[in-house]
């Protein structure tokens, strides 16, 4: 396993990127530069290497072989406190690639606690789905436990990304009690094909068991939509924009912004969206197996402002040209979804 130093070369950030994406103090890093350079192998805090693991994107196997080259334990659940934090102190800086989709949800938790600390400010979604947030731990668990078979995911990658997902949830409720707005967008083919995924389990205990946590999904989606109507918005697209991104709007302080003004991060994923995998077009999930090597780069995040500017342009037309205003308020966007649930997601007892 390559020390601290070899990896950190790996990536091609500098020292200074380093620190200011993974919060780790520049002195720390200059000394395990120092230290390594010379051929000896620095004594470091578990805490302290899981937060490099986390700025490097590294995934779960090369935690446990970096844990390990430092006299640790492997990657258990009692880590989770660690990856959390780790991910709260994490900052977009550059352009940093993305390698698979627990990487993805480390990511987010930086840029939603950005959100639940700033005032004034708008996150902005493009999914093919109800956002994962709004998922209870029991829907995360049963989806990676289908991919189970196939992918022989972890169980502690399982409970990682379940916490992942609850703690983006407490991020979000915080950032919405502060006053500040999340507009989702959403395909609206894209939307009923999720709903309608309980339809490809040969199985019927599958099947019950995912129809549950589909409708349990989307009443919680209403909920928020109830509970925070001018803050909490769904928007349903009539074009399929293929593709997923995250846009997070911070204003200078005091000032208050609509989507038009002063993008500080994107999160771009450059995955197939729902309709598209329906096309046939491409349909593997195994995310989780992907590793930093060619090919397997799945999306990135930048502050770099002429991808700022592009994505926010591209975002502008979508919102201006393709947005089905039929469901501008939230208590028609909340009859819409509920007679979409009837219709493609029968109760657990029908």
């Not at 956002?131 to 049963?142: A, I, N, R, V, Y």
């Not at 995912?210 to 349990?216: D, G, I």
């Not at 780069?297 to 770099?304: L, M, Q």
């Amino acid at each position: 396993m390559p020390n601290v130093l070899q990896l950190m070369q790996k990536t091609g950030l500098n020292r200074n990127q380093i620190s200011k994406i993974s919060g780790i103090s520049n002195t720390l890093l200059a000394k395990i530069e120092r230290v390594e350079r010379s051929g000896q192998r620095i004594q470091l805090r578990r805490k302290t290497l899981i937060h490099i693991a986390v700025s490097l994107n590294m995934k779960l196997a090369e935690i446990d072989a970096l844990l390990a080259a430092y006299g640790h334990d492997e990657v258990s659940t009692s880590d989770t406190l660690h990856f959390l934090a780790a991910s709260e102190s994490q900052t977009i800086t550059g352009f940093l690639p993305l390698f698979s989709s627990l990487a993805l949800e480390w990511f987010l938790i930086g840029m939603e606690k950005q959100l639940a600390c700033a005032d004034n400010a708008l996150l902005v979604y493009t999914l093919d789905q109800p956002s994962h947030t709004l998922e209870s731990p029991e829907h995360t668990h049963f989806l990676n436990e289908l991919r189970a078979p196939r992918s022989k995911t972890s169980s502690v990658y399982m409970d990682m990304m379940a916490s992942a997902c609850a703690h983006r949830r407490k991020l979000v409720n915080e950032a919405l009690r502060r006053g500040n707005r999340i507009s989702t967008y959403i395909c609206s083919g894209c939307l009923e094909r999720y709903l309608r995924r309980w339809e490809r389990h040969a199985r019927a205990e599958h099947a019950q068991r995912h129809r549950f946590f589909l409708r349990e999904h989307v009443q919680t989606l209403i909920a928020y939509l109830e509970a925070y109507p001018e803050q909490y918005r769904l928007h349903l697209l009539r074009k399929c924009p293929q593709l997923r991104y995250d846009l997070l709007y911070l204003p200078a302080a005091g000032e208050r912004i609509d989507a038009g003004q002063k993008l500080s991060k994107l999160l771009f994923l450059g995955r197939e969206s729902e309709c598209v995998k329906s096309a046939g077009i491409a349909s593997d999930e195994r995310d989780q197996v992907f590793d930093q090597g060619f090919g397997d780069h799945i999306g990135f995040a930048t502050d770099v402002q002429s991808m700022l500017d592009f994505f926010h342009m591209q975002h502008a037309g979508l919102d201006a040209g393709f947005v089905d205003r039929r469901f501008d308020t939230a208590r028609a966007m909340i009859a819409h979804l509920r007679e979409l649930l009837s219709r493609t997601v029968p109760a657990t007892g029908d």
